[in-house]
């Protein structure tokens, strides 16, 4: 079946990394995404991964993918306050975007 | 490019009214995708259009929902009649075939 699971709430202090985790069940996902909504606003594309790599770096952002494991996580370095947003993991499975329920990240100042 | 145009923003209305939203999707794009966001079933794909044809629509709630394509730079979301647990927003987000998509600012629908 689809579904992607995500921790629902995420603080951290301003300069500390964050950790978002994310698991998922379709092995045949070709990529993973993650997005980012500020309150009020649509989902902005922060990052994605190829369904064949193990780690990709953007920047402040790093995503590991563990296969095996179907899990996804995603790194923010240095955050900032500007970081406070839900993130979304999504996989793909062919022309569908499927969604997990998003992680509140709130960062403290 | 000015992106995913959604209109309206925001939409309050009674029950049992028509609603319309609309989308103009990004310029080039042959993908048009509708979801809804809600609190307690997240972000759901209701249509998905592939070069102005509806492919699967099996994410429309009901018959109360009803979406077209009419051409490729616009599409709307029509529900009819509207009940209050329709209030959501409603994103519509395009692609090209790099399967990555772009999403609207979403309309905040309040059906009362």
């Known amino acids: 079946g689809e579904d992607v699971e995500q921790s629902l709430f995420l603080s951290v202090r301003e300069g500390d990394s964050s950790v978002i985790n994310c698991t998922y069940t379709?092995?045949?996902?070709?990529?993973l995404y993650w997005y980012k909504q500020e309150p009020g606003a649509g989902l902005q594309l922060l990052t994605y991964i190829f369904s064949n790599m193990d780690m990709k770096q953007d920047q402040r952002l790093t995503v590991l993918l563990n296969k095996k494991d179907k899990h996804l996580s995603l790194r923010i370095a240095d955050t900032q306050t500007g970081d406070s947003a839900i993130y979304f993991c999504?996989?793909?499975?062919?022309?569908?975007?499927?969604f997990g329920a998003g992680t509140i990240l709130r960062v403290k100042s | 490019d000015a992106g995913v145009i959604q209109s309206p923003r925001h939409e309050v209305t009674e029950m049992g009214q028509e609603v319309t939203l609309r989308c103009k999707p990004i310029?080039?794009?042959?993908?048009l995708f509708w979801y809804r966001q809600t609190m307690m079933r997240g972000l759901e794909l209701l249509i998905y259009?592939?070069?102005?044809?509806?492919?699967?629509d099996s994410g429309m709630p009901e018959d109360r929902f009803s979406a077209k394509m009419p051409n490729a730079s616009f599409s709307t979301l029509k529900i009819q009649p509207s009940e209050p647990r329709d209030s959501a927003v409603y994103f519509c987000a395009s692609s090209s075939d790099s399967n990555e998509q772009f999403f609207g600012p979403g309309t905040r629908l309040t059906v009362l």
């Open positions: 259009f592939n070069n102005n044809v509806p492919i699967d």
């Open positions: 310029s080039g794009h042959n993908s």
């Open positions: 379709d092995s045949s996902s070709t990529y």
């Open positions: 999504a996989e793909s499975i062919g022309y569908k975007l499927v």
